[in-house]
């Protein structure tokens, strides 16, 4: 190969070729661009996506040792380095990353390299609404300072943090000493944006060395599959090992999570919130694994199950996602990383569905708006809605059943045809479904957890008013006298706190004073299951009683009568 340019393309090439020959070719392009610099920003990134796919995806070890040894060394590239200021927020090793980040990774990043962090004051809009809060932030001895004397933003936090401590840090740990619960601090912190620059160190997040590899890794020798999977089957096909990740290892994959969001300048809140108590690792053939993480208990959601999940390949993270079931059914939210995309995409997702079957014992999936491309441009310009289309999902929206017929009729008599952007648009304004059995209506998606909760939100206006204070203890002392549950003696803080927030709506389930004491019992287990360390049981028991299930659509019904 005569340039380090031709031996990238000729790589770039190679990318979904595998098998002795091309494994050759490829360690031949690897040797030459080891010991190459390339000319630009765009070329080095070029190199890097494609070592990161290999390193996935390897032919041979000899292939998967190579790509790991230059991507080790990424960040000691001389083209690297030179380009390091165009390189910014690529996640790439040796590149700074700056974002708002959420509170809790804020947090997060706070503890684990606060030296690394620093707020981005050029980008920081809303920073001039900081003093307004630092009132809140400082102890009261500082506080004739800070009513006297008009400093800029940036000059109070000089003025007011350590010599040696770093501005982010100072911020995130003064909102962390607000006297105010974490979802307060949360609010308050979401609400000033603040970039945060992480500039990079030797164990700073990167994608480049995320993850690691197994002692076994799947070699792939022949081309991979990248037809489409028929769901139906493949979302009853079984995990090879389901298994609860010990302490050491769940928090490792928690922390391989959130470096996957901030290395891509995003976040989510399943990653920031999720549970070393709750981490299952699901094994599938060729290196595929998923990583589940439930939510703390504090965190979860009043009826629905929140699950999220890191999808690995020989221990990399190529995509992420998320679950939430209610009744059997879960949305699925599901995303593979930009550079993994184009290889499986369609059996990737197909190991998702059987994920949250084996978890949560989904029979039905739904795929919200935003999924398709409502509000999303990256889905619209994918070509997100026909992807899924095409695996089996359909519209129940009459409307947008005629729009995807048409839109069929069109493709079958020019096969060149494609949908337009507007097209795209209007099909994303509602959801698609995959039903595994029956075809039924109490699913997510269809059923609203907004309007079963309005019962509970109704009793509470009429017999409380703006007294809530007084509502908690007065609900939850009421629904224990109705189920005959005790005094919850022995049971945790976080089960306590599930008996508290359900209280309201056990005491508006319609029928409940008629329910014999095995169903009253049962429903005690489903709200105990709520707090317990793993959310999956709730989701279970919740699905296994039935009058439950009936009173709360009883009342979806009643709150969509009373709106009308």
Known sequence: ????????????????????????????????????????????????????????????????????????????????????????????????????????????????????????????????????????????????????????????????????????????????????????????????????KITPGPKTPSRTRAGSLP?????????????????????????????????????????????????????????????????????????????????????????????????????????????SALFGSSEIFFNAFKSFRGAQSGTLFARVLAGARALLGSDTFTLDPYQLGRGNAEAIDSGAWWFYQKLGFRPKDAELLRLMRRELKKMKSGPRYRSSEGTLRRLAEGNLYLHLGRVRGDVLGELSPGEISMGALRLLARRFSSDRGRSDGACAKEAARLLKAGSLRGWNAAERQAWTRWAPLILALPGIERWDAARRRALVAVIKAKGGSRESNFAHLMDAHRPLRAALLRLRGEAATASE
């Open 215 to 323: 002692k076994r890794p799947a070699l792939q020798s022949e081309p991979l599959f990248r037809g489409r999977p028929d769901l139906t089957r493949e979302a009853r096909r079984a995990p090879l090992s389901v298994r609860p990740a010990p302490a050491r290892e769940a928090r490792a994959l928690i922390d391989l999570a959130r470096e996957a969001m901030v290395t891509r300048q995003r976040d989510l809140d399943i990653f920031e919130n999720a549970n070393p108590a709750d981490v299952r690792v699901m094994e599938f053939t060729d290196g595929l694994a998923l990583a589940w993480f439930g939510v703390l208990p504090e965190r979860r959601l009043l009826l629905e199950t929140l699950y999220g999940f890191l999808i690995l390949k020989n221990g990399v993270p190529i995509g992420y996602g998320g679950s």
């Open 1 to 196: 190969m005569k340039s380090p340019l031709s031996a990238l393309t000729r790589l770039e090439r190679l990318r979904l070729q595998f098998g002795e020959s091309p494994a050759r070719e490829k360690i031949a392009a690897l040797t030459r661009l080891s010991r190459s610099r390339l000319k630009t920003a765009a070329q080095v990134k070029r190199l890097h996506e494609i070592l990161c796919f290999m390193r996935a995806y390897p032919d041979s070890r000899e292939v998967l040792d190579a790509a790991a040894a230059m991507l080790a060394s990424f960040d000691r590239r001389g083209d690297l380095r030179r380009r390091r200021a165009a390189l910014r927020d690529t996640g790439i090793a040796g590149t700074a990353i700056s974002y708002p980040f959420f509170w809790f990774t804020a947090v997060w990043l706070a503890r684990r390299w606060p030296e690394r962090l620093t707020v981005n004051w050029t980008d920081f809009e809303k920073k001039d609404e900081l003093p307004d809060l630092l009132g809140l932030m400082l102890p009261y001895a500082q506080m004739p300072v800070v009513d006297e004397f008009d400093y800029s933003p940036r000059e109070w936090v000089e003025l007011l943090k350590a010599p040696k401590e770093s501005d982010a840090a100072f911020l995130i740990r003064r909102f962390a000493n607000l006297r105010a619960d974490s979802f307060l601090k949360e609010k308050l912190f979401e609400q000033f944006d603040i970039p945060v």
